[in-house]
């Protein structure tokens, strides 16, 4: 079984739409994440819930919105997409505490706004 | 604030010569170091950490990490590249200071390995 599954895989959209990236995870892990990678594959985080509460909120715009339903999900909302936020976006968990550095990836979600 | 820096962006190696992909860190305190593995198409995968103790990490799929900190280098090493090792390479450095009790990683900007046949 995956560990950690994100959906969609690919996501084609146009300006100004909104969109949602699911994630969630079987390990049991008290925190997720999200992470943005660019084109020039430098990772980037984004989002990070501890037993879903936010505890980081890098500089992103507000028109991202991280959703934690429970501990297991960590769903990302965007609205009114832009060109600029065509990227691969990455789910990750880990156990949290001072042993939580090993994280666990999803595959990824490749976004394309046209 | 924690940083790593990775020189280089590519690294070629023919296969069954041996690899180094470089990662130098900049922290306060004791640094906290890892390597990621990215295959295509992939998300990234935990190769190895150093939290403490002896200066060369073993890890995943024969590689290897030494710990230097006079250089505060945190070089991967493997003695011997195969083709299937072709892939980008993350360091990282774990944040000095926990928030809510959790710590978060830094990422470099990835090396590409290119293992030629």
């Known amino acids: 079984d995956t560990a950690v599954s994100q959906t969609p895989k690919y996501l084609v959209t146009q300006m100004g739409n909104d969109k949602s990236i699911k994630c969630e995870q079987n390990l049991g892990h008290d925190t997720m994440y999200w992470y943005k990678q660019d084109s020039k594959k430098f990772l980037k985080i984004m989002f990070s819930y501890n037993n879903k509460e936010l505890i980081i909120n890098?500089?992103?715009?507000?028109?991202?919105?991280?959703?934690?339903?429970?501990k297991a999900h960590l769903n990302l909302h965007i609205n009114s997409l832009e060109l600029g936020d065509s990227a691969v976006y990455f789910c990750a968990s880990s156990r949290g505490g001072r042993t939580n550095e090993k994280l666990f990836f999803g595959s990824g979600t490749q976004l394309s706004v046209l | 604030a924690q940083s790593v820096a990775q020189p280089e962006d590519q690294v070629n190696v023919a296969e069954g010569n041996p690899l180094t992909v470089k990662c130098t860190y900049s922290v306060s305190g004791n640094p906290y170091l890892f390597w990621y593995v990215q295959y295509p198409n992939r998300g990234l995968q935990f190769l190895l950490k150093y939290i403490t103790g002896d200066n060369l990490v073993k890890g995943s799929y024969?590689?290897?990490?030494?710990?230097?900190?006079?250089?505060?280098?945190?070089?991967?090493?493997?003695?011997?590249?195969?083709?299937?090792d072709s892939a980008l390479y993350f360091c990282a450095v774990r944040d000095h200071q926990a928030r809510a009790g959790s710590y978060q990683l830094t990422f470099g900007k990835g090396t590409k390995l290119s293992v030629i046949p």
Request: hydrophobic share 30%; glycine share 2%.
């Open chain 1, 58 to 70: 890098e500089t992103v715009p507000n028109r991202f919105s991280p959703k934690s339903p429970d």
């Open chain 2, 62 to 84: 024969g590689f290897e990490a030494e710990f230097n900190k006079s250089q505060t280098s945190f070089h991967l090493k493997k003695p011997s590249a195969l083709v299937s």
